[in-house]
């Protein structure tokens, strides 16, 4: 699902778990996937999603963010 996009963007490094790699992993139920989130409360988490992992450092956890900002921005890298 992310192996093909990171490759187009050059970005060598990500989108597979593999060793060597940055780990961003969203962990959820697709079944109980449930934005709930609104114009009258556009903050309000979502519904399923129960871990975010960036970078190998959790920063969601059962309905809390951990206070953790491990993320860098990404810059497109040359096609080789």
Same mark, same amino acid.
């Given at each position: ?7 187009i963007?050059g ?5 597979q778990?593999a060793k ?5 992993i !969203?962990?959820f ?7 709930? $989130?609104?114009?009258?409360s556009?903050? @309000?988490l *979502? ?9 190998g450092? !959790? ?9 953790? $900002? ?5 810059? @497109?890298? *040359?096609?080789?």
């Amino acid at each position: 699902m992310t192996s093909l996009p990171a490759r187009i963007f050059g970005f060598k490094d990500r989108g597979q778990i593999a060793k060597g790699y940055w780990a961003d992993i !969203v962990i959820f139920n697709e079944e109980y996937l449930l934005d709930r $989130a609104s114009y009258d409360s556009p903050l @309000r988490l *979502p519904q399923g999603i129960y871990h975010v992992i960036i970078n190998g450092v !959790v920063v969601f956890q059962n309905d809390h963010f951990t206070g953790e $900002a491990p993320g860098k921005p990404l810059r @497109r890298q *040359p096609l080789s």
